[in-house]
């Protein structure tokens, strides 16, 4: 690479097209969950018993019904409200709990980072479902259970990313500018570590976006949190995949729904990186 | 048949906006047995003219016009097999980076046999016996001891200037007949950068491949080359032998570029630091490339065009209009005579300081651990107000590691560093309080990792201003406008981020931010060392408008000795983590009592084909001594006890070494004495010719001393 060459035009503009392709999506299923009463033809849990002996797509039911003759579409666009209000709240708190988790050990190192590393170690090793399991038994189904378990299965891997990003950046000048002139721990983390670690961090988030999506629906199905008739975009997944040879409708549409979330915060998160380096 | 050679060449880079020139119409040639040495600072399109010559270009780039003929083949000309018979056999190329260039899982044996046999000749049998044979001839030639004893190593047991003795014992093994060397000595110690390029001329006497040296260090390439061109911003502007170009350049560009450069011999002035910065390759102003920031330009004259080459004399080419008008200028000789500096009052008082870090804990497996030697040994020595002290050491000699902890990003193990009332040895920076932080600061090295790139300029000054105690947002403004103005940059940086800066602004940046609490002392670790000459000069002025100016005292680390002798009123020479010597720069530098300074000294190069250096020092054979004096492996004037008993620290007159030999004592050496060791002063069991050593280690210096 010659010095003096500019070749972040064509990067910077890739970029922002695909925050706005990204944006747009992700703002077109907010709106869509924001307006579910006015835009859904009918209740998501009203059933059509005449649609239930062909569930397949017809005039009357665009995208078909699942298997009780509940409207596809209607539990879609009732889904999206369930996705937009659990999903963005559990992946914070696994977030943050991993980013402090993963700073702290990175940071300071020695004893701290030693106890951090091995309890993540711990919980990734256990088997996730045995995990929600033990939950569901403890505690029933609430909204909070969801946001724990999230947590639980997803903090560990965001620390262990987390403190590879500071290992790295720990050592750099700027960082060692900052403590000889004495700013303490919490203001190097959070002020010259993070911004910089924020790249490859933006992009598991938008990874583990849709990956919660679909663990959402998981823990619904498995009786934690969400209590079946409530429409949620990975229970109709989980619903319809037994049906897939006979009637392919029920698992594809809901599919669709979460790729073009999962694809929208990919788009996000990539060009998020792009713009700003 | 000509080596290389370059007719027209242009090579561009595809970019954003098209496609961008980063070499110009370069026509050069390199007769067989020749070696032309390429310089210019970086963004000249050096290393773009080395990858051209192997049809080597990156993918993004292509050469747009004109012809490369290496040994007469046209390089374009070639398919992919034919380049591969060109690269190897033909043309050989030696790196920057000698330990990147060897595979690290591989030993040293099998790669040299690779390179050996990868280029088949019908006057090479392909035995094995034959091609070992062939290796260890090579590995002799580039003078590396116990070749056999090579073979089987892996390349991380090797140092920095073995391995890269064996990367050119590489490239020479299939005898091409030209051999292109992109900066081979950058990233090594100065001494370690000293034999290599001994080899390299050595090699070129010899006379067996044209060499193309390519570097930014007009001192090097005054050393090795028969020839040299200047290379400004793609442009090929002035060339001729290394004597037209070094003692009477013609260009404006090499005379500002010699000027520049900070000299043993050029007294503590001012640097002549060229204004503006090298233009990018997109932004080419019209007419000739240097005239924005030539002090000869003539609006109307200068701006039209690039001047077609001129040739004031025969072999001396030169792209400049007005060149017979400035007529030839023999490189700046203002020797302003180094006043001796009055003692003043200790600021900084370093006594006994040492370190030890703590030997890993051994893992399984793995064999026990050599005795671990301590980063810093009993360093006492003292900075006083508005004192220049240069720190001067090769890597591992613990300079980086004194300033750490005088910043307070690690604590010593024994001895004290008192500024004031304050003790720094023991405590980090988070601990201390806030005057003392606010009087010690530091500047970092890479311009690159030293600002956050997520900071604008404006954030990380104000950030240092908040922790340091300001507060309210116009005092903070204030202040910054302040700092900027102190070290020259444009309030239009605020708002930019480092990624927006240039290396020069960056430095600038840094020390603003050392500057935010006015410090009583910035420790300065190898500040200018990654800049251009160019925009180094500007920054090493700056520093020392800074110690006129606000009376900062400067703890100034460097490995730099032209950069040292030209800033610093008193010099530390560290090795192995003990104080070698110490005394006012003056006098260290015009009669260096210690051997190791001595070999310091004489590892540098001036920008002067004429300065015949003495030959410089083996490669160490074994690792320091845990108990006796570091330099003892490779000093010429080794005595018995050098190697078991830790050398005597003698004191006289301002002056400290420490140093078994007689010679060396400060107090015998106050007296008005010849500046090279006396041969015959040491125990002849030493080992080594006394006559021939002291010859060898004589400088080529006059010694008047006030």
Redesign the interface.
């Known amino acids: 690479?010659?010095?003096?060459?500019?070749?972040?035009?064509?990067r910077a503009a890739r970029g922002r097209w695909a925050v706005r392709s990204g944006l747009g999506i992700l703002i077109f299923w907010a709106l869509v969950a924001a307006f579910a009463p006015l835009i859904a033809p009918y209740a998501p849990s009203a059933i059509d018993f005449a649609a239930a002996a062909d569930p397949r797509p017809s005039a009357v039911h665009p995208l078909g019904t699942d298997l009780l003759g509940r409207d596809l579409l209607s539990r879609l666009i009732w889904g999206a409200r369930t996705t937009f209000a659990v999903v963005p709240l559990a992946l914070g708190a696994a977030f943050v709990v991993g980013i402090a988790a993963g700073a702290v050990a990175g940071y300071f190192g020695g004893w701290t980072d030693a106890v951090i590393s091995r309890a993540s170690d711990v919980m990734l090793a256990f088997p996730a479902l045995i995990l929600y399991v033990i939950l569901i038994t403890a505690r029933g189904p609430s909204l909070s259970n969801i946001v724990i378990a999230v947590t639980l299965a997803y903090a560990p891997g965001v620390a262990r990313l987390c403190r590879a990003q500071v290992l790295a950046l720990r050592g750099?000048?700027?960082v060692?500018?900052?403590?000889?002139?004495?700013?303490?721990?919490w203001s190097i983390i959070i002020?010259?570590i993070l911004?910089?670690a924020r790249g490859p961090l933006l992009v598991d988030l938008a990874l583990r976006a849709g990956y919660t999506v679909i663990l959402v629906g998981t823990l619904g199905f498995l009786g934690l949190g969400l209590p079946p008739p409530t429409p949620d975009w990975g229970g109709m997944v989980v619903e319809g995949s037994g049906m897939m040879a006979v009637y392919w409708h029920m698992a594809l549409f809901p599919c669709i729904a979460i790729s073009s979330v999962v694809i929208a915060c990919n788009l996000l998160a990539d060009g998020l990186r792009e713009a700003r380096? | 048949m000509t080596a290389l050679e370059l007719k027209g060449l242009t090579v561009s880079y595809r970019g954003p906006a098209g496609w961008i020139e980063a070499v110009r119409d370069l026509s050069l040639s390199i007769g067989p047995g020749e070696t032309y040495g390429l310089v210019g600072e970086s963004g000249s399109g050096k290393s773009t003219v080395a990858y051209a010559a192997l049809g080597a270009l990156a993918e993004n780039a292509a050469v747009t016009a004109g012809r490369i003929l290496v040994c007469g083949q046209d390089v374009a000309a070639l398919d992919a097999a034919g380049l591969d018979r060109l690269r190897g056999a033909t043309v050989a190329m030696v790196h920057q980076e000698p330990v990147a260039a060897l595979d690290p899982v591989m030993r040293i044996g099998p790669q040299l046999a690779e390179a050996a046999t990868a280029h088949p000749r019908a006057d090479r049998s392909s035995d094995r016996t034959e091609t070992r044979r062939a290796c260890l001839r090579m590995l002799g030639r580039v003078g590396l001891p116990d070749p056999e004893a090579l073979l089987r190593r892996y390349p991380h047991q090797l140092s920095g200037g073995q391995a890269q003795r064996v990367v050119i014992a590489m490239a020479l093994l299939a005898q091409p007949r030209l051999l292109v060397l992109d900066e081979p000595t950058t990233g090594l110690d100065t001494t370690v950068e000293r034999r290599v390029v001994d080899l390299v001329s050595e090699l070129g006497r010899d006379g067996g491949q044209a060499m193309l040296y390519i570097s930014h260090n007009l001192g090097l390439i005054a050393r090795v080359a028969d020839r040299i061109g200047v290379l400004y911003a793609g442009d090929l502007i002035e060339e001729g032998t290394a004597r037209q170009v070094l003692t009477a350049p013609r260009h404006p560009y090499t005379r500002a570029l010699i000027a520049a450069l900070p000299r043993m011999d050029g007294g503590t002035g001012r640097l002549h630091a060229i204004p503006g910065q090298i233009p990018s390759a997109g932004n080419r102003p019209p007419g000739c490339i240097f005239a924005p920031r030539c002090q000869h330009a003539v609006t109307g004259l200068c701006d039209r065009a690039m001047p077609p080459p001129d040739h004031p004399a025969p072999g001396h080419m030169v792209r400049c209009v007005r060149q017979a008008e400035i007529g030839p200028a023999p490189p700046r000789a203002v020797a302003v005579p180094a006043t001796d500096t009055p003692q003043r009052d200790p600021l900084l008082d370093i006594v006994r300081l040492g370190k030890i870090y703590p030997a890993a804990p051994r893992r399984l497996l793995a064999p026990a651990a050599a005795p671990v030697l301590p980063a810093l040994r009993c360093v006492s020595f003292a900075v006083g107000r508005a004192e220049i002290v240069a720190l001067v050491g090769e890597s591992g000699s613990g300079k980086s590691t004194l300033a750490r902890i005088l910043v307070g990003l690690d604590t010593a193990s024994d001895g004290t560093a008192r500024l004031g009332n304050a003790d720094l040895a023991h405590t980090v920076a988070r601990r201390r309080p806030r005057a003392v932080i606010r009087a010690v600061q530091i500047v970092f090295q890479n311009p690159e990792a030293t600002l956050n790139p997520a900071h604008s300029v404006n954030r990380i000054l104000s950030r240092a201003l908040r922790r340091l105690g300001l507060r309210g947002r116009h005092t903070v403004s204030d202040r910054i406008t302040a700092l900027l103005d102190q070290v020259r940059l444009s309030p239009e940086v605020l708002m930019r981020r480092p990624a927006d800066l240039s290396g020069g602004q960056r430095q600038r940046v840094a020390i603003a931010r050392a500057l935010a609490g006015t410090p009583d002392i910035i420790i300065a670790d190898e500040p200018v060392s990654a800049l251009d000459v160019s925009v180094q000069a500007a920054v090493v002025n700056l520093l020392g408008d800074l110690r006129a100016d606000q009376g900062t005292a400067i703890l100034l680390i460097s490995h730099d000795l032209a950069l040292v002798r030209h800033l610093a009123d008193r010099v530390v020479v560290l090795l192995g983590g003990q104080v070698m010597e110490a005394g006012p720069a003056a006098q260290v530098f015009d009669a260096p009592l210690h051997p190791y300074t001595q070999s310091l000294i004489a590892a540098h190069h001036p920008p002067d084909p004429d300065h015949a250096p003495p030959p410089s020092l083996p490669e160490p054979d074994r690792p320091m001594p845990v108990a006796g004096c570091p330099f003892e492996p490779v000093c010429p004037l080794r005595l018995a006890v050098c190697a078991s008993v830790p050398p005597p620290e003698r004191n006289h007159a301002e002056r400290t070494t420490r140093c078994h030999l007689p010679e060396a004592d400060p107090a015998i050496r106050s007296a008005a004495m010849p500046p090279t060791l006396p041969g015959g002063g040491h125990d002849p069991e030493a080992g080594t010719a006394p006559g021939a050593a002291s010859d060898a280690l004589s400088l080529p210096m006059t010694t008047e001393r006030s």
């Open positions: 690479m010659i010095a003096g060459y500019d070749l972040g035009g064509r750099l000048d700027y060692r500018a900052a403590e000889a002139r004495g700013e303490p721990a002020a010259e911004p910089n380096p």
